[in-house]
């Protein structure tokens, strides 16, 4: 009788054993479909697939942030600050090419970790205003991929403005066109935003100079480097008040761009409009 029993028992185990393998497998592949979709969060210590293979395969992206400026502090690392990388990848559920994502913030050191597979991505970096979209490609053939994202600070102090008026009430708001002008031996590339500052009387005196205040913002909407001179054409971020504007003693001008350097970062073009550099504008031209 025993010896019937025992081989019927040993099927049983058998097959339970082979349903506990099973119901495993399934929610390894189930983890690993969540891990393709995608969803944004925070990659500081959080691996994430960007290409949807194993864990081994994924290589290390570290984006650094810093702000040179023309201002003490002159090199300040850029903390909590959002650092997004997207990519193109086939999802199985859809049966479609999308695009997916996953956002990292950087440490007190500047920097956002993330662990991607190798490949192309997007990395898209803003910062009060100051944003940038570079494309950029993980080698597999380096284990540790780094780049430098760094916002730059550079103050005009001699342009000339062309704009108008037109509904006659002193201002210019946002989506009609500003126009600076300036000359320089080297013009500043790829600017996103220019900020109108002043002496902040108030403030400390560091390494004995006032820090400046910020009294207009206005985003960078075309651009002309032609020999030794640049035109910016410029829109308000918040209404222009043009009646305060000494032509005599104009703000000056800061202005932002982005440089990136590291592992491979694909240039981008320079934005170009169309028409002649402006003109100067005098006292007599200003309301």
């Not at 918040?238 to 761009?257: G, N």
């Amino acid at each position: 009788m025993a010896k019937q029993l025992f081989p019927k028992v040993v099927g049983g185990i058998a097959i339970t054993c082979s349903f506990i393998i099973l119901f495993f497998l399934l929610l390894n592949l189930q983890a690993a479909a969540l891990a393709l979709q995608g969803n944004q969060s925070n990659s500081n210590g959080n691996p994430r697939l960007g290409g949807g293979v194993s864990q081994q395969a994924l290589l290390t992206l570290a984006v650094r942030v810093t702000l040179v400026q023309d201002e003490a502090p002159y090199l300040r690392l850029l903390s909590s600050l959002p650092v997004q990388i997207s990519w193109h990848n086939f999802n199985p559920n859809t049966g479609k090419m999308e695009t997916f994502s996953v956002a990292g913030t950087t440490d007190d050191r500047g920097r956002a970790l993330f662990r991607l597979s190798p490949g192309n991505y997007s990395l898209v970096v803003s910062w009060n205003g100051v944003r940038g979209n570079r494309s950029i490609y993980i080698n597999p053939e380096q284990r540790f991929n780094q780049v430098d994202w760094t916002v730059q600070r550079e103050t005009i102090s001699s342009y000339t403005l062309e704009f108008k008026d037109s509904r006659g009430d002193g201002r210019i708001i946002a989506g009609e066109k500003v126009s600076l002008t300036y000359r320089s031996d080297k013009p500043i590339r790829n600017p996103s935003l220019v900020e109108m500052r002043v002496d902040n009387p108030n403030a400390q005196r560091i390494l004995g100079a006032r820090p400046s205040q910020k009294v207009a913002s206005l985003a960078v909407v075309g651009l002309v480097n032609l020999g030794g001179q640049s035109l910016i054409e410029l829109t308000p971020i918040d209404p222009l008040v043009i009646l305060e504007l000494d032509p005599d003693a104009l703000p000056r001008a800061a202005i932002y761009s982005v440089r990136v350097e590291g592992s491979p970062v694909i240039p981008i073009q320079e934005r170009v409009i169309p028409g002649r550099p402006a003109q100067p504008v005098g006292a007599e031209d200003l309301p």
